[in-house]
């Protein structure tokens, strides 16, 4: 165990060397990894026995790094991300440059801002997105803390940062804003109630 100090250190130089870490989010704990590291991203789905064909979400520190990953962004995303960044909504938009094993093959890419400090740290510290899945094996509960996960996967992780428990096990929305009208994909912590209130708002004469 590292001493406290040294965790963020710790975990942005796993990132860098492309090693997988455990790290709180402000939802539930989640495995990452360099999402420019193709090993990398590939070992998210292997340890996790995630579906291929499932891609992987991005964590951003800054809504400027979003400009990295992804392209054609339409108004109504940064009016999303002035209500909902940081926090719990994952918004799906048209990918940039991206590897075709973390967007599963596809064009897109679910992009957000976690409201949790330790973990904005890291990513200012690393640089840039992480590619950060939920801690557990696939079909099983999400993670809320380090001891909830899996003595399987955690024997896998290069690192586990103990941040203490999270707010979960509700995970974020996710939000596809790459198609019209926009649907969500996975219901989680901001409603669809709410998001649809923000849309008809949004598109008020």
């Known amino acids: 165990m590292y001493p406290q100090g040294k965790i963020k250190k710790a975990a942005v130089e796993t990132l860098k060397s492309g090693g997988i870490i455990a790290i709180p989010t402000d939802t539930v704990y989640g ?16 340890f996790k026995g995630r579906p291929d064909g499932k891609p992987i979400p991005l964590v951003l520190s800054s809504v400027d790094d979003v400009h990295r990953v992804a392209q ?9 991300t002035d209500r909902f960044w940081p926090g719990g909504l994952t918004i799906v938009v048209q ?3 991206l590897l075709p094993v973390l967007t599963a093959g596809g064009d897109t890419v679910g992009v957000r801002i976690p409201d949790n400090p330790l973990l904005l740290q890291v990513l200012q510290a690393f640089g840039g997105p992480a590619a950060i899945t939920s801690a557990n094996l696939s079909g099983e509960p999400p993670a809320i803390s380090p001891e909830e996960i899996s003595e399987e996967l955690a024997s896998r992780i290069d690192l586990i940062v103990d941040g203490g428990k999270t707010p979960g096990p509700i995970p974020s929305t996710v939000y ?5 009208p926009p649907v969500i ?12 209130k923000e849309f008809a708002c ?3 004469p």
Do not use: C, M, W
Request: hydrophobic share 35%.
């Open 31 to 46: 495995i990452g990894a360099d999402p420019f590291n193709p090993d990398a991203v590939q070992k998210l789905y292997t």
């Open 72 to 80: 054609n962004l339409p108004d109504y995303f940064f009016h999303l």
């Open 185 to 196: 994909r996975r219901h989680g912590v901001v409603s669809e109630e709410t998001l649809i």
């Open 95 to 97: 990918a940039k440059n």
């Open 202 to 204: 949004y598109n008020k």
């Open 176 to 180: 596809d804003i790459s198609v019209s």
